[in-house]
């Protein structure tokens, strides 16, 4: 198996760099529509759009490590709200943005078709 | 017949897992375009697609049960009115959510296209 | 002539059924895009939808009994904004609701097309 | 009742002018979105389009006259497939024309949506 | 449990008329967008969209037993193609048709959509 | 009266400029959606769009006089099927083509839309 | 790692059914959106939709075991033209149909989106 | 006047370049959605978009003087069909292509849009 | 290499010119969808639209130096937030707007597309 | 500057994998919508699409190398004509396919807009 791939969360993968204008306030947005994880009820695999949206403090993510950090979910199992939960957490606790949305928008499964949003202000 | 369908509404087939975030606020939608029931009028099948919006507190309703619960809806008799509410005040006694809001849009039938709109905070 | 056409309208056909949650405030909308009655000045006949959106008290009115209702104006004559306040004033009384709105969106006629809408609150 | 509504078919409404050139073929093409007529079976209004393209000879259809016609169905009851070819005959019969096709695309009844389409060569 | 639901197809309940317009050539076409059977494997219940298209000899289907028709199916396990067939064969034989085409449009099972499409030539 | 209004049509404000290049074989194209005359039977103005395509020999037309020529169409009262084939007529002698369409384009009028198209080849 | 996901291509997931109506020519598509394998070169995923259409013989392609075998792609690492061929051979293998084709359309990779079109006739 | 600006066409600011591949049939298609010119009869501008497409043989057209060649009729008057046949006539007497097609699509001027096509065979 | 291609970034080839309406706030935007930079961290070229609005004081930007200054960061290597944010500064320097927005959506890179807005009030 | 940016077209780059069935005739597609190069003429860059069609004999081009050969005509000046070809050339004698189609759609350059296509058939 490719060393891509990974069966749990990597959050060390995630890397930050220095905010390059700390002083301004300012938006940033990153929209993944190729998130994939596994029901952990199923086993069979889910499909989503990830689109997260913050103001950055001191640091931002680095948006390779970001691609890897979502492949690592790969072949998690999860339900959507614990996994979109979790990024949320894991974003919040590595950026300490000002501001950050998290929106997680799941292709139908059983004929449902799902979106988990959540928020945080510091 | 199949197990997987009911004649009656089945509550109990609904399931939950603990909200794996409790603490913090968020927004979780769920939509079913593939409802049906029965009118008890006519006995002719009626169509449409739910979507339930909600911000958990302890509980959040598990997708595969909730499922099974709208298709055990398949030969049951009620109005649309009768229908939506029924599903809300299940919901509502189910997940205690901070907010929550049930819209059934109806295929049209004799000509007619019906919308039932719920909503409920805490 | 069919027992289903008449040549007045006749609100005796319409029906209610009991409001299955009068507890809560909920919305009904029923949208009938088949509406017709006749010009009084012309005697040719006119075409619209009929969007009618409500909250309840205690009774909700019967979809079919409300296409039967509408379909008895098939030969009936009059004005389009009589029609519109007829049709409301109807369902004022028999369903005393909290809210209710009735939009008539007429087809075109002579390159004109109408809209009449009346709202009214309890 | 208004002196512009029948309760048959009223082919002798139908009325044509000479060709105005009758020495060159030509395409005419009438389309009718608000045709209605009734349901044998259940009396209930149907609603259609009737997309009408001939190639005349020595006579047109009159364009009000054609209007009349089609009103006259309003409170006739007979299928889909009865009232296409009856109309379609009527034409041809009138018209004599070249090529002829009637072409009836019925809104949803019961959730089903039909076309009925009639072809005619001289 | 309404007597209009069925537990097993239904072909007894088709219904013809005779073709009022048998000298002639012309195309029926009606669309079911409401058709639910159950998946044979899984229990769960499939939706898709019917669309019969035929030219008449002697016999056309009555609208509203073709309705039913595809109702009985609604607890009736089958796989796609069966179903398909089935419904083709059956309206071949009560028909004779000069031609009869009938496409199954499913909507997404596991992530996968299906098309059947069956075609028959006198 | 305005001079620039007309009760009758007038050919004679056609113009024609001598083909620039009779020698090739070139298509011209004039399309007019805002033509207007009079219903020759109701008295009501009618609205249509003309497109004229034709391959030119050794005159084309001039185009402000083409603008003028349909304008005085105005307060003219004739069927759609004189119309259209009056200004072909028209067209055809003035120019004489190697190739001409006439495509008149009507909006509705008592819920009823036509279309009449004349095609000429030298 | 869930039983569902498998490191290699799984050919002996495949099921097939006997075709209901093998005397009878009719044509079979699937269409699934949600593909993934992984790239041999990078070992990114790589996502894409394919659509395979075919006329049976005497076995038919089961539904879930089809996508089931599609899942083993998962994390298994090959070009889109070895992986496109690699299903088409399977499946021409399994159903030895008439015809059948295999569209494999692939979302962007490093700027670039591609597509294999694989064609067999028997 | 501007050095950019003409009161003529240019056809001498018109340059090629050798064809890089002449061995080879290749199709070359430029469209200049911003040409400009004026009417001869009433002095005001007309706009539309000249559409070029041909096969080289020994010379390609090089695109800014083509771009120069094209506002150097800025201030030119001549009518549609002049100007177009001027243009294709210019182009071919320079590039001796294998096959030409140049269209030009005006704006509305008076409520009429007109389009003019070239075509050459060499 | 072409004088026109830098390997750095040349504020010092923005101009600016007087505002001709410095009494009058008024809005001026400018969209530049063929914006590209290299990805520090990859080498890979980086696309994107960058759009300016801003509301002038006493200077505006020459749209061709503009252009000139966007095309030097096409062999620069730097993150989306880094380039967006230096390219709002000299703005900001340069022109001290009232106020100034700055907004870079990027084309997908790795299945992401990434949005940077920067907000600027004086 | 990265060691991903050239200042001239690198063929070199290429690399091909064995076409994995080449007993089977079947169709590859790569859209590379973000190539860009320079005008020879006047330094500023351009950019376009570039679709490449072909059907493989025995090599593929591998599509990252593909991604690289493309990006190292980023600082290269050629007009489009020549680029366009060259590229075809280039994988003309790598591919030796059966059949091949390269088409270049640019993005408009002083308001023109044009396509350059080439065709091969071995």
């Known amino acids: 198996m490719s060393e891509f791939l990974y069966d749990r969360p990597r959050p060390d993968l995630l890397e930050t760099f ?3 204008y700390p002083a301004r306030d300012y938006e940033i947005t990153h929209v993944a529509p190729e998130f994939t994880s596994v029901c952990p009820k199923t086993g069979h695999p889910d499909f989503g ?17 970001l691609k890897l950090y979502y492949q690592s979910f790969r072949n998690h199992g999860a ?19 000002k501001e950050l949305e998290l929106e997680a928008n799941w292709t139908p499964r059983g ?4 979106v988990i949003r959540v928020t945080h202000t510091a």
């Open 18 to 20: 220095e905010n390059p």
């Open 49 to 65: 759009t990830l689109t997260l949206r913050y103001l950055p403090t001191e640091q931002c993510v680095e948006l390779k490590s």
């Open 111 to 114: 004929g449902l078709h799902s």
């Open 79 to 97: 339900f959507y709200e614990a996994v979109t939960n979790q990024i949320a957490d894991e974003l919040i606790r590595l950026l300490k943005p």
